[in-house]
T-cell receptor
Framework: GDSVTQMEGPVTLSEEAFLTINCTYTATGYPSLFWYVQYPGEGLQLLLKATKADDKGSNKGFEATYRKETTSFHLEKGSVQVSDSAVYFCALSDPGQAGTALIFGKGTTLSVSS | DAGVIQSPRHEVTEMGQEVTLRCKPISGHNSLFWYRQTMMRGLELLIYFNNNVPIDDSGMPEDRFSAKMPNASFSTLKIQPSEPRDSAVYFC???????????FGPGTRLTVT
């Protein structure tokens, strides 16, 4: 079945460092891809999305490009801040099935120190 | 918009007691999802509804868990009887018809002693 694999955490960086969190997926068809972020003590929030191959999602300085050839959707940010410390989840949706559940990865914890 | 509302935010109960978690989805959203999050198992989908109808409850751990959605603006997740292994954060999420984007509530942290 469809699945999402994220890099193991935690990822520990200094402020202003470059961030990459790897995400690969297995799916039949062409799913939509998402990154969600969970700040301490809160629910998940949608960070960015891409709905088709070669689309780039971006928000708050984060970017991810939908790569069909490598089945990947890696999250990147050029300069992280302490406030970016959170858990990041990669997710995919069943194509053509809006209103169905998303399939989430296990999450990657990011810790940024000043 | 108020977002997805969950209550209570924290619940501490003793083993064997009944627990009811509540969720109010965003107005106009027609899909509702219940998730459970633990350190060991991560984020798990328990059940979801479309137009108040349960679509997939294969993630519900066992018969002690039940969920209802009597109308478009309210859902409950009930655990009876509760056990210590049910301790987790329970999230409710909703989405708009035709959209894949889910909006999560703040969660209910359940502790069963």
């Amino acid at each position: 079945g469809d699945s999402v694999t994220q890099m193991e955490g935690p990822v520990t960086l200094s402020e202003e460092a470059f961030l990459t969190i790897n995400c690969t997926y297995t799916a039949t068809g062409y799913p939509s891809l998402f990154w969600y972020v969970q700040y301490p003590g809160e629910g998940l929030q949608l960070l960015l999305k891409a709905t088709k191959a070669d689309d780039k999602g971006s928000n708050k300085g984060f970017e991810a490009t939908y790569r069909k050839e490598t089945t990947s959707f890696h999250l990147e940010k050029g300069s992280v801040q302490v406030s970016d410390s959170a858990v990041y989840f990669c997710a995919l949706s069943d194509p053509g099935q809006a209103g169905t559940a998303l399939i989430f990865g296990k999450g990657t914890t990011l810790s940024v120190s000043s | 918009d108020a977002g997805v509302i969950q209550s209570p935010r924290h619940e501490v109960t003793e083993m064997g007691q009944e627990v009811t978690l509540r969720c109010k989805p965003i107005s106009g959203h027609n899909s509702l999802f219940w998730y459970r999050q633990t350190m060991m198992r991560g984020l798990e989908l328990l059940i979801y509804f479309n137009n108040n109808v349960p679509i997939d409850d294969s993630g519900m751990p066992e018969d002690r868990f039940s969920a209802k959605m009597p109308n478009a603006s309210f859902s409950t997740l009930k655990i009876q009887p509760s056990e210590p292994r049910d301790s987790a954060v329970y999230f409710c999420a909703s989405s708009l018809k035709g959209s894949y984007e889910q909006y999560f509530g703040p969660g209910t942290r359940l502790t069963v002693t």
